[in-house]
């Protein structure tokens, strides 16, 4: 299993809407295993943010949403702040044991 | 509250093995799963592998199948995470992530532990 293919920068200004895709296959993300997102500043930990459906865990914010459609998962960031500046790595669970992350995406706040 | 809390950096020479501990705390052990994930320097995250200490058992994936040996001390909530015949390309920082069965989620991971494998 490859991984899944995300842009490996993106970039808004402050206050914007930014979108970050996450795209596999038909035989992967595009079947009904769930994908998740994660947030990750340099030199930590990645950290949980979001689920495909938008279940989000308690303590972050609304202004991250998800979306998946065919074989594209979509994380979208309103509102842009700077604390939002991280790499953001998408997560699908391909069945048995398994996952695979995607290739990263890098947030820039201008 | 929860915690993952993962062993120190390590230095190995090429050809050596290492073992890493994750020990949760705030919770109880066998009610979730512990996953392993690694990031190379500058790089992505890559998936290693899951231990479930409900059941003792444990699964690597096919790319570390014959190097990569997780095991489970109830006794402990710690889940060791053994890599043999480490090479260069094995230098990552190594994250354990604990999972709610069937949740899909990774949360919360532990802090990392760096592995430099250099001659």
């Known amino acids: 299993q490859s991984a899944l293919t995300q842009p490996a920068s993106v970039s808004g200004s402050l206050g914007q809407s930014i979108t970050i895709s996450c795209t596999g296959t038909s035989s992967d993300v595009g079947t009904y295993n769930p994908v998740s997102w994660y947030q990750q500043h340099p030199g930590k930990a990645p950290k949980f943010i979001l689920f495909?459906?938008?279940g989000r865990p308690s303590g972050v914010s609304n202004r991250f949403s998800g979306s998946k459609s065919g074989n594209t998962a979509s994380l979208t960031i309103s509102g842009l702040q700077a604390e939002d500046e991280a790499h953001y790595y998408c997560c699908l669970f391909t069945g048995g044991f398994s996952y695979v992350f995607g290739t990263g995406t890098e947030v820039t706040v201008l | 509250q929860v915690q993952l809390v993962q062993s120190g950096p390590e230095v190995r020479q090429p050809g050596a093995s290492v073992k890493l501990s994750c020990t949760a705390s705030?919770?109880?052990?066998?009610?979730?799963?512990i996953h392993w994930v690694r990031q190379a320097p500058g790089q992505g995250l890559e998936y290693m592998g899951v231990a479930y200490p409900s059941a003792g058992t444990t699964y690597s994936e096919k790319k570390f199948q014959f190097r990569l040996t997780l095991t489970i001390d109830t006794s402990t909530s710690t889940v060791y995470m053994d890599l043999t015949r480490l090479r260069s390309e094995d230098t990552a920082v190594y994250f354990c992530?604990?999972?709610?069965?069937?949740?899909?989620?990774?949360?919360?991971w532990g802090q990392g532990s760096p592995v430099t494998v250099s001659s």
């Open positions: 992530a604990r999972e709610l069965p069937k949740n899909y989620q990774f949360d919360p």
């Open positions: 495909d459906d938008g």
């Open positions: 705030g919770y109880i052990f066998t009610d979730y799963y």
